[in-house]
């Protein structure tokens, strides 16, 4: 029915404490969705509340690489089965209600989801396609969880609803390894010297020599006059110096402005020659 799927990401998850509840899903491909959702964050705990269809071709397919998520998914006939053995159960709910029900944004629910889950298993429920969870199910709850979207077209997908969630539970996960924000999944690599980079940063004297040889093209070129300079290499060097140049970049540029000065200089020879030998012409 389907290509196997290569395993989740290994023991340093906890997908297994957390399980992704759908009830009652009309359309088996976001079934499917929803796996490809989990897995992308390093979650496989995937429960269906009476599918109106499942297994099959369609939530496999959109299910791409994650049908190890679908192979192993427990199918149950209530809410109640899939919630009995949890200490923490969250609903997503999208609205209000006239008894107040303690709510929590995504990143809160994650960080209660993940502190539960040292406890015993923790289910996040998601409703039907079309009307969500009924107030029944909704007080089955410990907690509802509101994704704050636009309120003018507030309806999410199923799939990205439980993207929305597993992301922040993944982010969660993250921060939590040693070295909190400093954990390398997290840590940003923007420029030269930043952990990852191919390249070491450009040292001063070699960056200012780019700037003399910059400069010196330019009067080349008759772009630029030492005598009226205009602030023209004030702001180049204000360019260069904040895209923080490595070595590597440096040298390609350096070579790009030798080029220049060649094809410049065998520009300038040839429209020489021509003049002379015009000259000569004329004499003759």
Same mark, same amino acid.
């Given at each position: 029915? *389907? ?13 297994? $404490? ?5 009830? +009652?899903?009309? *359309? ?10 989990? /897995?992308?964050? !390093?979650?496989?705990?995937?429960w269906?509340?009476n599918?109106?269809s499942?297994?099959?071709?369609? #939530? ?11 192979? /192993? ?36 629910a994650?960080?209660?989801?993940? $502190? &539960? ?9 998601? !409703?039907?396609?079309? *009307? %969500? ?5 909704? @007080? ?14 507030? #309806? ?6 439980? &993207?929305?969630?597993c ?11 040693e %070295? %909190? ?5 997290? /840590?940003?690599?923007?420029?030269p ?18 700037? #003399?040889?910059?400069? =010196? ?13 205009? =602030? ?8 260069? &110096?904040?895209?923080?140049?490595? @070595?590597m ?5 350096? !070579?790009?402005?030798?080029?220049? $000065? ?5 520009? +300038? ?5 021509? /003049?002379? %030998?015009?000259?000569?012409?004329? @004499?003759?």
């Open positions: 029915m *389907h290509k196997p799927a290569k395993p989740l990401e290994g023991p340093d998850t906890y997908n297994d $404490q957390i399980r992704i509840v759908l009830v +009652e899903t009309s *359309h088996s491909g976001n079934i499917g969705a929803v796996a490809r959702a989990m /897995k992308n964050m !390093g979650l496989g705990n995937l269906l509340v599918p109106v499942f297994p099959d071709e369609a #939530s496999y397919a959109r299910a791409a690489g994650a049908s190890d998520i679908l192979d /192993k998914a427990t199918v149950v006939s209530t809410l109640d089965e899939a919630i009995a053995d949890c200490v923490c159960v969250m609903g997503t709910s999208a609205r209000g209600r006239k008894v107040p029900w303690p709510v929590i944004a995504p990143p809160g994650a960080a209660k989801a993940s $502190q &539960q889950s040292e406890a015993g298993q923790v289910a996040l429920v998601f !409703g039907r396609e079309n *009307h %969500g969870l009924s107030n029944e199910e909704l @007080q089955r709850c410990h907690f509802h969880i509101h994704i704050p979207s636009n309120p003018d077209y507030s #309806s999410l997908n199923l799939a990205m609803a439980v &993207q929305v969630m992301y922040e539970l993944r982010m969660h996960y993250l921060k939590g390894l %070295g %909190g924000d400093g954990s390398p999944y997290l /840590k940003p690599m923007m420029a010297g930043d952990e990852g980079w191919d390249v070491p940063p450009a040292p001063v004297r070699d960056v200012e020599g780019f700037f #003399s040889h910059l400069e =010196q093209v330019l009067v080349d070129v008759d772009f630029h006059r030492r005598d009226n300079p205009r =602030q023209l290499m004030t702001r180049l060097r204000r360019l260069f &110096q904040r895209a923080g140049l490595d @070595q970049e440096i040298n390609i540029l350096r !070579g790009i402005l030798t080029a220049v $000065q060649k094809s410049a200089g065998a520009a +300038e020879t040839a429209k020489n020659t021509s /003049k002379a %030998g015009s000259t000569a012409g004329e @004499q003759e």
